[in-house]
């Protein structure tokens, strides 16, 4: 699979906020409590498996552990936050975003390839 970085602080996040003026960025809200986004989870992985890892990096927030970073991307990107959520972001562009059951493998190929 793929690396699925996870973000824990401020700082990581600002750089990579600041990396998708370079190259498009994947952002996964995860729940780690939440049926649904284990499911979102299982996609994220799929998507790796089969043809991401060299198409995008892709980074992960646990929302309850860093509950103030997620509030903090939300706040950002002008997107509200929602777990399970995606974000496809290029040049702090929201390009595409999904939560709960609409985030698929499929979707995540047809947002990033």
Same mark, same amino acid.
């Given at each position: ?9 401020? $700082? ?5 906020? $600041? ?45 309850? $552990? ?48």
């Amino acid at each position: 699979m793929g690396t699925v970085n996870e973000l824990t602080t401020p $700082e990581e996040w600002k750089d990579t906020w $600041e990396s998708s003026m370079n190259s498009p960025i994947l952002v996964f809200k995860h729940s780690t409590s939440c049926m649904i986004s284990a499911r979102a989870f299982k996609h994220v992985k799929a998507f790796f498996q089969t043809s991401g890892e060299d198409k995008i990096d892709c980074y992960m927030v646990k929302v309850i $552990e860093s509950r103030r970073l997620s509030h903090q991307i939300a706040n950002d990107t002008n997107i509200p936050h929602k777990s399970p959520q995606i974000l496809l972001i290029n040049k702090q562009q929201i390009v595409c975003n999904a939560s709960h059951w609409k985030i698929t493998e499929d979707r995540i190929r047809k947002a990033v390839i």
